[in-house]
C-alpha cells in the first residue's frame, strides 16, 4: 500500500508461458451400404401330422429337417448380403428379432425361432471394400399347417466397430 501511496509502480516479472497450437480431427467413413440379393428361402415342404422344423445354416446352406416335415425339393437358400464399405475396417453385424411368416392370402403363420448370421458378429470389411453375408434360420413347422406360401421379414444391420 505504501508503494501505491507514494506513486510507485510495482513491475511484475515476466512469465516463462509458452503457448502452442493444437490441431483437432475427424475420419468420417463412408456410409456403409447393405443389399439384400437373395432371400432365405426355407423350400417346398409338406408338413405331416406333427410337424417339426427346417433349419437352413447360414454358414454353408446345408438344410435339416426334424420331425414329420419332409422336404419336397431341394429350391431352399440362404439369406444373401452385400456390404460395401472401408475395406480393413471391422463392422458388426446383427438380425432383428425372427420373423414370423404368414400365409399369403390367410391369417396362418409359421414362426422363424432363430436366425443365423452364419459366423461370428464382428468381422472385417476385406481389400475389395465388399463383405458378403449370409443369413440362416429354423422355421418351426405345425402339424397339418395350412398349405401356401408364407412370407415375412427380418432386418440385417451392419455398424462399423
Do not use: W
Not at 419336397?72 to 480393413?88: I, M
Amino acid at each position: 500500500l505504501l508503494l501505491a501511496a507514494l506513486g510507485l509502480s510495482v513491475a511484475a516479472a515476466p512469465a516463462h508461458a509458452q503457448s502452442q497450437t493444437g490441431e483437432a480431427q475427424s475420419l468420417i467413413l463412408e456410409k456403409l451400404s447393405v443389399v439384400n440379393i437373395a432371400p432365405l428361402h426355407f423350400g417346398t415342404l409338406a408338413p405331416g401330422l406333427t410337424g417339426g422344423t427346417v433349419r437352413v445354416r447360414g454358414k454353408n446352406g446345408n438344410k435339416n429337417v426334424t420331425g414329420s416335415v419332409t422336404a419336397l425339393a431341394a429350391d431352399h437358400s440362404r439369406a444373401q448380403f452385400l456390404t460395401y464399405g472401408v475395406k480393413g475396417y471391422f463392422v458388426n453385424i446383427s438380425t432383428s428379432a425372427p420373423p414370423t411368416l404368414t400365409r399369403v392370402g390367410g391369417t396362418e403363420t409359421m414362426q422363424v425361432s432363430a436366425l443365423d448370421i452364419g459366423g461370428p458378429p464382428g468381422r472385417g470389411i476385406g481389400q475389395s471394400g465388399i463383405l458378403p453375408i449370409n443369413v440362416g434360420g429354423t422355421l418351426q413347422v405345425s402339424g397339418n399347417q395350412q398349405g401356401g406360401t408364407y412370407v415375412g421379414t427380418f432386418t440385417l444391420t451392419v455398424i462399423y466397430q
